[in-house]
Each structure stands twice: as C-alpha cells, then as structure tokens.
C-alpha cells in the first residue's frame, strides 16, 4: 500500500470512523469493534480459559485501567525533544509537535503508550519529503494493522505496506494481553464473582430433602429457581420452607475472600506492568511493607514509566527518524522541578 492510502486509513480512523470496509457510522475511538466478544464471555464464563481476550475487556479490570490511567497520564504530558549531545535542537523537527488530523500529539502519544501496553507494538505512519526528511506522523489505530506470517506490516488486512511509509514501535514487552492473560481473565471471573454475590449476599445454601418422597428433577428445578427468585428480591429476607425442606449454608457471608482477591489481582497487574503495587492501591504483606513518602512514590511511578517511555525515545532516535548524532528525549523537567509550573509543561503549537 502507498504512503497516500496508508495516510488515509489513519484520517478516517481519527474523523471516528469505522474502516473503509464496514458501514458508514460513526464510532468512538475507543471502540475495538470487539463488543460481541464481551458478550459472549459473560454468557459462557464457565468455559473462561477460552474467553477471546480483548483491550475492551482487559479495560474492564480496575486494576488494569488505572495502570494503564497511570502510564499514559505520565508519559504523554511530556514534551519530545529533538536533540543533540546535551542541548535541544533549534529548530526542533516539526513532525514532533505537528498534526493534521483531529488527534492532538498528546492524544497520539497517549495511544502510543496504549498500544505498547496491551499488544507490545504500534506503528506510526509517517510522511516524508525528496531527502527522506520526516513531515508528520500519525498513529496507526491498532485495529487497522497487523503482521503477515514473515512479520511484514499488513494494513486493512492484506496490503503491505512501504517500509518508509511507516515507523514500527517496538515495546518492552509482548503486551499484557499476552503476558498476563491468566491474571486478567481470573480478574474477569472474580468480577463475575464479585456481582452475584452482591445479587445474593448469603452464603451457597443447599436446599436439603428431609423426607423420602423423591422430587423429579422438574420439581427440583422449580423449587431452586423460586428459591433464587424469592432472594434475589429486594423483599426477600424472610422466606418459607416446607417441613421436609432444610436449607444447609455452605460456607459464610463475608466478602473478605473478594477483597483479598482483588488486592492480589492488583499486586499481579502491578508486576505484569513494571508498576509499584501501592500506585495500583493494591498492598503487599505487611511484612514487606516500608515506609515511603509522597517523594519515593512518585519516583517509582516515574521509573516505571520509563519502562514503556525508553521504547518509543529509542525508536526515534534512530537515523531513519532523525540525522546521525541526533537522538529524541522526552523532556522530564516538569517531573522534577520545585515548585512545578504552574501550567504543566511548555509546548509547541
């Protein structure tokens, strides 16, 4: 595919609108078109090994959406530099802060960091002039690229496209979508978990025959489905049991299982992401605690962002991006200046 097509997939996509094969419609950039997989995992939880796992249902896990909050929310308010040695340079590449479409740089950014998050790539398009000089840059929404069997990038699903057209973004890691598959769909089911139990806040109960005369199992089935339903209902704390009914709890009513759950999910997606627990307002034994103040905190959230920032500086300093002997840095002198600016970091129009 031509740098002219490729351009043009990434101006409808940031228009917010659907791809050039499906129905004219506006759609929210967030969308993956990945709805009905949802659907289908709630419908069929019992069989979560094989829930297809998306970025929409990853989004779903708290634990993953503030990480994800947390990563692009510190990266993409820095500036990119242009520079050289140790001093920026002047004038600075236009490309860096430079867009046509109706995404912003931050927002271009932002879903940079996503995309190197979730599925451990994401490609820019780029456009060039006579000298190979870089003009612009667009992120490639994730959903229109992918990779052939030799690892060349595919756009729409089946046009290869010129490899000085576009600007390929490796990531840290494989992506979590991979990588901790497992924790996100247990976090899935503990979700799952954490609903019902809210919809029937007692322990499992078993509905107990005390007499010999067998039910059949329409009956039985009657009995439990009226059972559910009476206490389920918001008037449904007093119930009526036959003589030959006892009911048996199993287990009790507290929901400090949940609680420890979700916090040991925390604790993963922290370490699947490189994030402190404590960011994730998750907490370790209290053994392995120490104590840390604002100052540290903030430190730590900056090293682990760094993780996923270093990938993409790399990336752009490379000599198909900018002329040999210069490298591009994000400016962190936001992050350490006391008291900081009072208007966030300086940017070009």
Avoid at 16 to 29: K, M, N
Avoid at 30 to 53: K, Q, Y
Wanted: charged share 20%; hydrophobic share 40%.
């Amino acid at each position: 595919m031509g740098l002219r097509s490729a351009l043009r997939l990434v101006q409808a996509a940031q228009e917010l609108q659907v791809p050039p094969r499906g129905p004219t419609a506006i759609r929210s950039p967030w969308s993956t078109g990945d709805l009905s997989r949802i659907v289908w995992a709630d419908l069929f939880g019992a069989d979560a090994e094989n829930w297809p796992l998306t970025r929409a249902a990853a989004m779903q896990v708290p634990a993953v959406a503030r990480a994800r909050h947390l990563l692009v929310g510190t990266i993409a308010r820095l500036p990119l530099r242009a520079v050289a040695v140790d001093q920026a340079v002047d004038p600075q590449p236009l490309w860096i802060t430079r867009t046509d479409g109706t995404m912003s740089p931050w927002h271009r950014m932002a879903w940079t960091i996503d995309d190197l998050l979730f599925g451990g790539w994401s490609l820019w398009a780029c456009e060039r002039d006579a000298r190979k000089r870089i003009l612009r840059v667009e992120r490639v929404p994730a959903e229109l690229w992918s990779f052939d069997s030799d690892g060349s990038v595919l756009i729409d699903g089946n046009d290869e496209v010129d490899s000085e057209t576009v600007l390929l973004i490796p990531g840290p890691h494989e992506g979590i979508l991979t990588s901790a598959r497992k924790t996100i769909l247990g976090a899935r089911l503990q979700e799952l978990m954490w609903q019902r139990r809210v919809a029937a806040p007692i322990p499992a109960m078993e509905i107990h025959q005390t007499t010999d005369d067998t039910l059949s199992e329409e009956e039985q089935d009657a009995l439990i489905d009226a059972w559910v339903a009476n206490r389920t209902d918001p008037d449904g704390a007093v119930a009526f049991t036959p003589y030959n009914i006892e009911l048996k709890p199993h287990g009790t009513a507290t929901t400090d299982l949940l609680i420890e759950a979700r916090n040991a999910v925390a604790v993963d997606i922290a370490s699947h992401t490189g994030l402190p627990a404590q960011a994730l307002n998750a907490s370790l034994s209290t053994a392995s605690l120490t104590y840390s103040t604002a100052e540290t905190a903030e430190g730590e959230l900056n090293r682990a962002a760094a993780l996923y920032s270093n990938p993409v500086s790399g990336r752009l300093s490379m000599d198909d991006v900018v002329p040999r002997g210069q490298r591009c840095a994000f400016d962190t002198t936001y992050l350490t200046t006391v008291p900081p600016a009072p208007f966030g970091p300086t940017t070009e129009d």
